[in-house]
C-alpha cells in the first residue's frame, strides 16, 4: 500500500526562507570600515540590527539601511549646480541683462605653532 506523503508543515505564515543574518564582521568587509564600528553603532542604537543572544546580526535590509542613513546628499539642488559649473564672466563684460559676480574668498586664516612644553630641558654648553 502507498501511503501519502504529509504536506509539510510550515514554519512562517509566508512559508517564506527566513533571512540570511550577516555577521558584523561581514557587514564592515562590504562597508569598507571596521567590525568595531559596526558593533560601536549598533550598541549605541545608531544603526539597524538584530540581537540573537549577545550578538548583533544583519539582514539585507538593514545593510541598505545602514548605507541610506550614512549617504550624503549635495548641498545644492541639481538646478543650482549646474550653473555652479558655468564660467564666470569677465569683469565688465554683461551676461544677458545681468552681470555675474565672482565668489567672495574668505581670508585665508594664519595658524601659530604652539610654543614647546619644555623649553630649555638640556642645558647648553656654551
Known amino acids: 500500500m502507498h501511503r501519502p506523503t504529509p504536506a509539510p508543515v510550515p514554519h512562517r505564515p509566508s512559508d517564506a526562507p527566513p533571512p540570511r543574518l550577516y555577521r558584523p564582521e561581514e557587514i564592515a568587509d562590504t562597508l569598507g570600515c571596521s567590525a568595531w564600528w559596526v558593533k560601536d553603532r549598533a550598541r549605541r542604537r545608531l544603526i539597524p540590527h538584530t540581537r540573537v543572544g549577545r550578538a548583533y546580526r544583519f539582514t539585507a535590509e538593514h545593510l541598505a539601511e545602514i548605507i ?49 612644553r619644555r623649553q630649555q630641558q638640556y642645558g647648553t654648553v656654551a
Open 68 to 116: 541610506r542613513l550614512y549617504e550624503e546628499r549635495p548641498a545644492q539642488p541639481a538646478q543650482t549646480a549646474a550653473r555652479a559649473t558655468e564660467p564666470l564672466s569677465e569683469p565688465g563684460t554683461q551676461t544677458g541683462s545681468t552681470q555675474r559676480r565672482r565668489p567672495v574668498v574668505a581670508p585665508a586664516t594664519h595658524l601659530r605653532a604652539r610654543p614647546p
